[in-house]
């Protein structure tokens, strides 16, 4: 009886010990993971450096979900949500560089200096920024048809 009062006695004190370090960790955890569903909402809680609006796409296309996910030490990733009423869906990203293992296709375009085509299993995705000190912009599709609004969508975010 004594071995087993001992034992539980020795259990609840790693317990006290433990809890507050696992409490101070989790506290001090400067990730965050937050969704949003509509623009208003998100642009009112993510730092402009991070992400200053989304493209505008054709009237069909209605935005369903604003996701921002930061570890505190990368960059941020803001992906925005949208979809048709046909269920159509696609999505435009904003990050660092992705998709480094995507086949690719340079597009040489004459007012975005760093454009590309990419395919990466079945998404096929344009992945363009003006400069290289800004994060790289991303609309991602399942439908290799999209490739020319991609890049009108591009070409008019980027002139904003």
Excluded: C
């Amino acid at each position: 009886m004594k071995k087993a009062f001992g034992g539980i006695l020795i259990l609840l004190l790693v317990a006290v010990v433990l809890f507050p370090i696992y409490i101070f960790l989790v506290d001090r955890s400067d990730d965050v993971h937050k969704t949003f569903e509509s623009l208003s909402e998100a642009r009112g809680e993510i730092p402009d450096h991070h992400f200053s609006n989304a493209p505008k796409l054709p009237e069909e296309y209605r935005l369903t979900k604003i996701t921002y996910d930061w570890d505190g030490d990368t960059a941020p990733i803001v992906k925005v949500n949208y979809e048709t009423s046909t269920g159509k869906t696609l999505s435009f990203m904003q990050t660092s560089s992705w998709y480094d293992d995507a086949d690719t296709e340079i597009i040489h375009h004459p007012d975005i200096k760093d454009m590309t085509w990419l395919k990466n299993g079945t998404e096929y995705i344009l992945k363009w920024r003006m400069t290289n000190k800004e994060s790289y912009k991303y609309l991602i599709s399942n439908d290799l048809s999209d490739k020319a609004l991609f890049v009108t969508v591009a070409e008019r975010f980027s002139q904003n």
